[in-house]
């Protein structure tokens, strides 16, 4: 059998097309949707692979659609909004490979980021969930320096909390999964930090997990600081959240060592003290709002800033 390459050349099929599948769950379904399919499409050492992009309930407009399908992907529409998970799920279903990689629609990646995915299986057979390092895309507005200070922090916590082994590592933008492993987390579709749930129902079961450092995407940061807040209560929430499902000792995995934690401030705050200190008086605002999270269900405002 032979397929078109999308660098236009005539190759067999790789065996990569049987072992992997890349999906994309998505509403806003703009043009970055089109910008990370280019670049998964892009991606080397690795071959052709499936790749779905599930639409939620939702309709793309006729030239994102059109360009998806240039691109080889596979396009699914949900004729009722189900939530991300839904589409997760929905994915999850359709593969018939060893592995997924579930990623999002405003996602960028480095070439060779697919493949250390993939050969992270290759070297431990016993792999069940892994991550990719989540960077941040450079910083074009002030609002988005500011975050990256916390960002800084937050990556530094989770590459050498446990080596990577903990629940802030594991991010939602770039997961992959055994696929008859990722059928058994069995994800409520009304959960909403997904991510979390997806790492501590992998240790429940005894999967093993790894951060595959090296394995770099990108992530452009919200440009209003209404959604930068959202994005922050929603992980404040993720501990009541997931105490529903885990019991009140899931707690206990939340907090990381405090001379950890106090390390990486420390760093950032000598590095980069002005944006530091604006980041510690807007983590001092967020503590005073409300929590919107505890009413909702499924569904949330979708980030539109990143998205363009």
């Known amino acids: 059998m032979t397929i078109k390459d999308f660098g236009g050349k005539i190759t067999k099929q790789s065996i990569v097309d049987k072992i992997l599948t890349v999906g994309i769950p998505t509403y806003v ?4 949707l089109v910008r990370a399919a280019r670049s998964l499409r892009a991606s080397t050492g690795i071959g052709i692979f499936r790749f779905i992009v599930a639409v939620d309930g939702n309709q793309l407009k006729p ?6 399908k240039k691109l080889g992907v596979e396009v699914v529409f949900a004729s009722v909004r ?17 592995l997924v990689v579930l990623t999002q629609d405003d996602i960028i990646f480095e070439p060779d980021a697919i493949s250390k995915l993939v050969n992270a299986f290759e070297r431990n057979q016993k792999l069940t969930m ?3 390092n989540i960077m941040p895309t450079p910083a074009g507005s002030t609002i988005e320096r500011i975050q990256h200070s916390g960002t800084r922090i937050g990556k530094y916590i989770a590459a050498h909390w446990r080596r990577g ?9 770039c997961q992959a999964f055994q696929v008859a492993w990722a059928k058994k987390l069995d994800i409520p579709e009304e959960v909403i930090n997904s991510d979390a749930f997806a790492y501590f129902k992998n240790k429940k079961l005894g999967g093993t997990y790894e951060y595959i450092h090296d394995a770099v995407v990108y992530d452009k940061s919200p440009l209003f600081v209404a959604e930068y807040v959202k994005q922050n209560k929603k992980f404040q929430y993720s501990a009541d959240e997931l105490a529903r499902y885990f019991g009140e000792e899931i707690r206990k995995e ?3 060592p405090v001379a950890l934690s106090v390390k990486a401030a420390f ?9 530091f ?10 503590a005073f709002l409300p929590n919107t999270f505890y009413k909702t269900k499924r569904f949330w405002d979708t980030d539109i800033s990143t998205k363009r």
């Open 254 to 256: 939340y907090p990381p």
């Open 165 to 173: 082994d903990n629940y802030l590592s594991a991010n939602g933008r």
């Open 277 to 286: 200190g604006m980041y510690t008086m807007l983590r001092i605002y967020m």
């Open 63 to 68: 030239e994102i659609e059109s360009e998806l």
């Open 130 to 132: 892994a991550n990719a």
């Open 82 to 98: 189900g939530g991300q998970v839904a589409r997760l799920k929905q994915i999850i279903a359709m593969c018939q490979t060893e």
């Open 267 to 275: 760093k950032e705050g000598i590095r980069h003290p002005i944006l």
């Open 29 to 32: 379904g703009g043009e970055s």
